[in-house]
């Protein structure tokens, strides 16, 4: 089971990818209900690429729901894929959720399931996210980088830095890794503590294992400039993934 979690303006996205059965109902409950928090208001889980849903899975989603609402928050199911549609109707529960399907579907998906958006459960960072990290460099596993033509055009600092990260978007799009982690670094060049690039950079970073040194770093770099700037939003968020990625280091 892959669980990513999306969160904007108040909206919760959990995108989930394989079978929901009892093997993963644990790891399912302990990463979605902590992340309902007071500024969530709306929760929605992308069901469209969940291919089995058992009676403990069943539960779960009910116990989400439950979760929601004591936390003010509405529940909504994403586009569910046949095999949980039949199920849920099925067991007669297909009446107790509510459900997103169609264009308003792939709008909803589309907007909130954005690089800058991505975030991992946990609590607070270990001690060692207090130390100043040094300038995130390409990870020495990457091969040469070569700046995209549109981002090597002229223009201020601002147009250039806006060319990078759409660059950037657009190889995590295409899973093009090692050309987005080059195209936030030219970013940070530019303006080294622009946060969106070096919080961005970080979650390019976590994409692969033998980067994950690199993450830790931008990770903690982000903590010290938002810490700085008292910006609560990316201090919690470096804290989370810090806190992740120190339980599977």
């Not at 399912?28 to 889980?45: C, D, E, F, H, M």
């Not at 949980?84 to 792939?106: C, P």
């Not at 657009?170 to 936030?184: K, L, N, T």
């Not at 970013?187 to 692969?208: D, G, M, R, S, T």
Request: glycine share 6%.
């Amino acid at each position: 089971m892959d669980i990513r979690l999306f969160e904007a303006t108040g909206n919760l996205l959990v995108k989930l990818r394989g079978r929901i059965v009892l093997d993963e109902c644990d790891r399912l409950k302990s990463t979605i209900i902590p992340a309902i928090g007071a500024q969530v208001r709306q929760v929605n889980l992308d069901l469209s690429e969940v291919d089995f849903i058992d009676s403990a899975g069943l539960g779960v989603l009910v116990g989400i729901k439950v979760s929601s609402k004591k936390h003010g928050a509405d529940l909504a199911l994403i586009s569910p894929s046949r095999a949980v549609s039949d199920i849920l109707v099925v067991s007669k529960l297909d009446s107790i959720f509510s459900l997103i399907t169609g264009g308003e579907a792939q709008e909803l998906v589309r907007n909130l399931a954005q690089p800058q958006f991505e975030r991992s459960a946990g609590g607070p960072a270990s001690a060692a996210a207090n130390r100043l990290p040094s300038m995130p460099v390409m990870p020495a596993s990457a091969p040469a980088f070569s700046p995209a033509s549109a981002a090597t055009q002229g223009g201020t600092p601002k147009e250039r830095i806006d060319r990078y990260c759409k660059d950037a978007v657009e190889h995590m799009r295409r899973g093009e890794y090692e050309s987005a982690v080059g195209c936030y670094l030219e970013c940070l060049k530019i303006q080294p503590e622009y946060l969106p690039a070096l919080n961005n950079l970080a979650i390019v970073y976590e994409k692969k294992p033998q980067w994950q040194a690199e993450a830790i770093d931008a990770w903690q770099r982000v903590l010290d400039i938002s810490s700085r700037n008292n910006d609560q939003k990316h201090i919690d968020r470096a804290q989370k993934h810090l806190q992740n990625l120190q339980r599977l280091g």
